[in-house]
């Protein structure tokens, strides 16, 4: 497998000692994906990490010129179906996640079950994660994805609260709140690491994959 990371900023440079860790060729790390020359695209898996409006602006050229594409870029949730259907259409698998991490998707599936099992019994959701002063996007797309998690198990959409403080790499807490009990789910991360490892993993599912899919959907 080829890989081309696009955006080399943190989390670009995570993905690079990931792919060199497990001995994956990086071709290129490109802070312009859109330079990149077609033909070397095609024989190449594209590691997206960049920023809403980058990625907003890169993905028909992802989706008509790439092998397949990793994209762990968040705030475009907005355009989510036009994204979508350009991957379709090119024929481009995708695989997308608001975190990449293993332990945010078992989070994420805690969250799933749990909700469902509550519902209708009178317990109150609520969100709250912390992260970095450089992010961008807040609520983080891993709050709102939690978030559509607990709106759909439990029929309630939750409050959700965000901070940016220092250098914090991400904390989300969940928590469910009733007159009897309160139940409270966390995860924090010590770094980027687990990130990438995730980003990198994606990528290798990408081999014979057809479609479109969220990472949490193929664990």
Not at 8 to 13: A, I, L, V
Not at 89 to 108: C, K, R
Not at 184 to 209: P, S
């Amino acid at each position: 497998m080829k890989v081309i990371i696009s955006g080399y900023g943190r989390m670009g440079h995570m993905v690079e000692k990931e792919l060199a860790r497990r001995g994956i060729e990086l071709v290129a790390a490109s802070e312009d994906i859109c330079s990149v020359d077609p033909e070397v695209a095609k024989e190449s898996v594209v590691i997206d990490f960049t920023w809403p409006d980058a990625f907003r602006a890169n993905y028909p050229f992802i989706a008509k010129h790439f092998k397949a594409a990793v994209v762990g870029t968040t705030g475009w949730n907005d355009i989510e179906a036009d994204v979508f259907k350009a991957f379709e259409e090119a024929g481009t698998p995708l695989i997308y996640a608001s975190n990449f991490s293993l332990g945010v998707n078992a989070l994420f599936a805690a969250v799933e079950k749990v909700s469902r099992m509550l519902a209708g019994n009178g317990y109150t959701p609520a969100v709250e994660e912390t992260h970095h002063i450089h992010k961008l996007d807040a609520p983080s797309g891993t709050a709102k994805s939690l978030g559509k998690l607990l709106e759909e198990g439990l029929g309630v959409e939750p409050e959700i609260t965000a901070h940016r403080i220092g250098e914090v790499p991400g904390i989300h807490t969940v928590t469910f709140t009733s007159q009897n009990d309160k139940l409270t789910f966390t995860h924090e991360a010590f770094g980027r690491e687990g990130l990438a490892a995730g980003a990198v993993a994606a990528a290798l599912l990408t081999e014979g994959l057809t479609g479109v899919h969220e990472f949490r959907d193929l664990l």
